[in-house]
Nanobody, 125 residues
């Protein structure tokens, strides 16, 4: 399985960020895997953003629940992170990943073993 992130490199404050993860070599509907988004910044380190399951259920950390959502397009084998009300603190490298086990703890990044290369997103006017 391979994952590739895509989206804008520069976004203005207050806008909405949409990042897409395109998956090849495996289906995002394959039972019972989870697919996640995470980001890394110098200020916070590696941070879990949310996850979507093989059946389309979603999970988010409490701190981001009001701003983050994840959608999927099974026909294109893609899932997309949407993050609203951006601030410069959202500047980070964003990654998508697949879980190593079926039905993992969605917020435990140690349970994801296949990662994309990451994409840098800068929030600035």
């Amino acid at each position: 399985v391979q994952l590739a992130e895509s989206g804008p490199a520069l976004v203005q404050p207050s806008q909405t960020l949409s990042l897409t993860c395109t998956v090849s070599g495996g289906s995002i509907s394959a039972e019972y895997y989870y697919w996640t988004w995470a980001r890394r910044s110098p200020r916070v380190g590696l941070e879990w953003m949310g996850a979507i399951t093989w059946s389309g259920a979603t999970y988010f950390p409490p701190a981001l629940k009001s701003r983050a959502s994840i959608t999927r397009d099974t026909s294109r084998n893609q899932f997309t992170l949407h993050l609203t009300s951006l601030t410069p603190e959202d500047t980070a490298i964003y990654y998508c990943a697949r879980s190593t086990e079926e039905n993992p703890d969605p917020g435990d990044l140690a349970e994801y073993d296949t990662w994309g290369q990451g994409t840098q997103v800068t929030v600035s006017s």
